[in-house]
Nanobody, 117 residues
Framework: QVQLVESGGGLVQPGGSLRLSCAAS????????MGWYRQTPGKQRELVAS???????SYADSVKGRFTISRENAKNTVFLQMNSLKPEDTAVYYC???????????WGQGTQVIVSS
């Protein structure tokens, strides 16, 4: 069973930065894919960014140029550096990992990000 521990959320002013971290344990294997999703009340959870073990990345159009995803494969840890934050980035951010490309995804408990002056 894969366990995920997220950290790094909080309150930040518009234009500020935050860095989210997510550490995966319990698999013993390097994760195929690690990423971040976000959700606001009444809306579906949406992909923010993801990165495969091989280095392929995907970003939501709304965060391109502002957010950067990175991984430490040996530690099964994924980071999301969020710069130039906007109020519309306010959401609960969830870490998601896949051990195998065709396997299920595992979710973290979520970390709240609030962008407000």
């Amino acid at each position: 069973q894969v366990q995920l521990v997220e950290s790094g959320g909080g309150l930040v002013q518009p234009g500020g930065s935050l860095r989210l971290s997510c550490a995966a344990s319990g698999s013993g294997l390097s994760m195929y894919a690690m990423g971040w999703y976000r959700q606001t009340p009444g809306k579906q959870r949406e992909l923010v960014a993801s990165k495969t073990r091989g280095g392929s990345t995907s970003y939501a159009d709304s965060v391109k140029g502002r957010f950067t995803i990175s991984r430490e494969n040996a530690k099964n840890t994924v980071f999301l550096q969020m710069n130039s934050l906007k109020p519309e980035d306010t959401a609960v951010y969830y870490c998601n990992v896949q051990v195998y490309s065709n396997g299920p995804g595992y979710w973290g408990q979520g970390t709240q990000v609030i962008v407000s002056s």
